[in-house]
């Protein structure tokens, strides 16, 4: 032991979990100990470890002692002072959190789906009891954004937040614009390769994408964006032509998380955007996550890094784990105050007002396109950017257009479209998409 | 005011300096009071402003009274508990922020030049009077730099930083590369547009770039890099057929701040580097800033956004000055405690290793190649990774080289390219430059 710690008790860490992440941080605490207790001030000591079989085999050798099934073992011991939940998922997870709070723990989570859900309630929790619940880990692995938005940026009124945070859909994305694939290609070779889940669900329709923007737009506009109150859309409908097109226009398509503050309201919506290439998150390809704050003094902030995996999500909570400690050693830990603005509900997405990609196919003869920009500009006041004709197909007499918009409500552009549809000359809706920046 | 501070006492503020980031502190802080109130707890309370000649006109409005030019009116207040410095430059700035500290205020400073200095010195004066110093806005402006080292990323062990960290020469250099122009030509469009000073040195030549990397490198590697231990060359030998070169294969040319963990020792060091155009720094144009910090278990972490500008630089000091005063307001704000590891010294730049482009003149005849790889392969075992004649100059028939070497040692290809340029066939060495990535 360093002559900085010599003989200063240990601070007790519970470690709730031992999967990928869970084996990662006892990794790194067992092997680290004496570069931590200089940091912390005191050494750190892993006491018990809840995993739902002791006798399983385990990639990370830990002495079976601090092995239980039972919480109790880690909740009674009087010797814990801080709880780490890496479990993942709504419950038990949730109910062990609250508990750890209660019983006045501080609590270090990755856990997004809690933190979107019940973040609020566990901050309110830890405050009445004089603790604190840290959950850097919970988005984007190992990127420091939680700390910027609750600490760094906290000058700022923050104006919008767009990211990539997504690993998965990121890596499906980039294969399909690279190799022209087609979705279904795509999310194949993501599964072989371990970078999406057999049941991909989560992922591809923006459920996890949605959580992680439910705990950044709360911090920034400082008032409780719920998942359910975020719009999201998912990669499926994306296909390799929609990609071609794209680029001949000169954007990428990625799955945005976007959150942006208005008068008197904040939006927070998750979909496929067609990106200008030379923005910088179109530039983030493969499982990199990367996140876009602006706030109004320091302009934007762009943060990038790898948003999953084992060691990038153990930085987060060990650094979460080593800055509570210091504060422990240092008798006074500093608490965050979940402090809520009037800054208003989220917008339903149908007020939303954003530039919109319209795909669609049409019969190749006169009048045609006089009828669809009578109904997006006349019936429904929607301005259009660019008309371009893509394809000619000779077997039905068809041409398929690509039509960019000027700024519309997202009612209007959907009522438009269905109106689009009916029209008599035309043959189907190819796609439709959001643009971006 | 609101609720949550109704009746409880201010926080005084005394700020040194009131230019372009005192101005911009000060508009922030009197226009935002309500909301930092609710921020911090308690109101926080400009109660005096420290300037050369308080009858100056002013573009930030300010009540008169607060204006002095006798600094023992700041720091003879105790009704003061924190104090900005936005002076700038070593003194009198260095001697007041020891003054603060001395006197027991906490301390927020937007200062490179006293902190790569002065920085270990003065958290240490601020650990023996029980406060602290914060310094976010002394490196990158608006972008989280400093607190990630200091707090988020601590789990790691930082491996390597590289940096865009000056905007002004990013700005020629981009302007190069994108123009073809030639160094003076850009240089002068920069000081045009105000982004470069009449008197450019201190930025092209690396020298303030070298400040803000001998800061960071000693919190990422946790050992004391003095700005005089880090070598520096800076941008004024580049010229357009360099970039055109560059470009060709496969590289972009930036100014970059160039830390990196050794077995015993550390690199610090600040010059022109090639950069593979697919590298997330390659693509960060005009007067962005970025930095890009692998450490060992998160990976690769990008940040970027304004290095510099009144308000870039404003939302670091009020984010600092908003930490300390929330840690005031709670009664026990967190202090950061610099913790020094035998790291090790700066390597000698000598001693560096990396890879080098080399441009020359040389005779179009027979041997003369053979005689060049001889002294970079068999004197100096520099290994070639290739070469390629890029033009053929008929007037006085030489042809240009450019030589792409592995990697090797800075004192062995500097002597190589001594022996090189003495060889009778060889008309002319153009440039070296550094290989990175």
């Known amino acids: 032991m360093s002559n900085a710690t010599n003989g200063a008790p240990p601070i007790g860490v519970g470690l709730l979990g031992m999967g990928n992440v869970g084996g990662g941080v ?3 605490l067992l092997s680290r100990v ?7 001030g005191r050494p750190l000591q892993i006491r018990r470890i809840l995993v739902r079989d002791p006798d399983k085999a385990r990639a990370v050798a830990v002495d079976p002692a601090l092995l239980t099934k039972n919480p109790d073992d880690v909740f009674d011991d009087a010797g814990i002072h801080v709880i780490i939940e890496v479990i993942g998922g709504e419950e038990p997870a949730h109910a062990y959190l609250r508990r750890a709070l209660e019983s006045g723990r501080y609590v270090v989570t990755a856990n997004k789906e809690v933190m979107a859900k019940f973040g609020p309630e566990l901050l309110a929790v830890a405050r009445a009891r004089g603790v604190d619940i840290l959950y850097e880990a919970s988005v984007g692995g190992g990127i420091p954004l939680i700390a910027p938005l609750k600490r760094d940026l ?26 022209g694939a087609d979705y279904a290609v795509a999310l194949k070779a993501a599964q072989d390769l371990g970078y999406a889940e057999p049941d991909p669900t989560n992922d591809v329709e923006g459920i996890d994408a949605a959580y992680k923007l439910a705990i950044m737009a709360s911090l920034a506009f400082r008032t409780q964006v719920r998942p359910g109150d975020v719009f999201h859309e998912g990669i499926t409908r994306l296909t390799a032509r929609d990609f071609r097109y794209a680029a ?11 959150g942006r503050r208005e008068d008197h309201a904040v939006q927070a919506r998750v979909h496929p955007a067609l990106v200008p290439l030379d923005a910088p998150l179109a530039k983030v390809d493969g499982v990199f ?14 943060f990038q890094g790898r948003g999953a995996g084992s060691m990038p999500t153990t930085s987060a909570v060990v650094g979460d784990l080593l800055n509570v400690a210091h504060g422990i050693a240092q008798g006074a830990p500093e608490r965050f105050v979940w402090r809520e603005d009037p800054a208003g509900a989220v917008l339903p997405m149908a007020e939303v007002r954003t530039r919109y990609y319209l795909r669609l196919r049409v019969a190749d003869r006169a009048g045609v396109l006089a009828a669809i920009t009578g109904v997006l500009g006349e019936t429904y006041g929607i301005s259009i950017a660019s008309i371009i004709q893509k394809e000619m197909h000779e077997h039905d007499q068809t041409a398929e257009l690509v039509i960019m918009t000027h700024e519309a409500r997202e009612a209007d552009m959907r009522a438009a479209i269905d109106r689009v549809a009916s029209l008599e000359a035309v043959a189907g809706i190819g796609n439709f998409l959001r643009v971006e920046g």
Do not use: C, H, P, W
């Not at 004496?34 to 912390?40: F, K, L, P, S, W």
């Not at 919008?160 to 980039?174: D, F, K, M, P, V």
């Not at 001949?248 to 976007?258: C, H, W």
């Open 26 to 28: 006892a990794q790194i």
């Open 154 to 179: 906290l000058a700022n009124e923050i104006t919008s937040i767009r990211a990539i945070i997504n690993g998965t859909t990121n890596y499906i994305l980039t294969r399909m614009a690279r190799e």
């Open 289 to 302: 996550n990367a996140v876009q704050v602006d706030g109004d003094l320091t302009g934007m902030v762009f």
């Open 248 to 258: 001949e226009l000169g954007y990428a398509i990625k799955l945005l998380a976007i």
């Open 34 to 40: 004496e570069e931590y207790a200089r940091t912390v």
